[in-house]
């Protein structure tokens, strides 16, 4: 289509790279082929993470891998921009020299 879309994203792995390796080589791809990347790119982004971890849990089992990740992505779809993160992994936006608070941040004591 006409749209223009950009996509970042860092991953912060935890017990290794393996996951954090896996979810950059992965997410991206699912976020792409999902269904509802063109009508509801959050939806999208959201249901890209739950696959990309359920992915990633089968080649752990399979592997016996016992590492973890977090990570935070921005999908940018014409003018709007969409954030999705799991676990403590932050975003900052920076506007006009002032941040932008995009997210509250995970906390245990948070439900």
Not at 65 to 85: D, M, P, Q, Y
Request: net charge neutral.
């Amino acid at each position: 289509d006409d749209i223009d879309r950009a996509y970042f994203a860092v991953f912060d792995g935890h017990g290794g790279v393996d996951a954090a390796n896996y979810s950059a080589t992965h997410l991206h791809v699912n976020v792409g082929l999902n269904k509802e990347i063109v009508k509801n790119p959050a939806e999208a982004l959201k249901c890209s993470f739950q696959k990309t971890d359920e992915m990633f849990l089968l080649k752990a089992k399979r592997e016996k891998l016992r590492s973890g990740t977090t990570g935070v992505s921005a999908l940018i779809v014409g003018n709007k921009l969409h954030i999705a993160w799991l676990g403590d992994s932050q975003v900052m936006l920076v506007q006009q020299g002032k941040a932008v608070t995009l997210m509250e941040p995970h906390k245990p004591e948070r439900e």
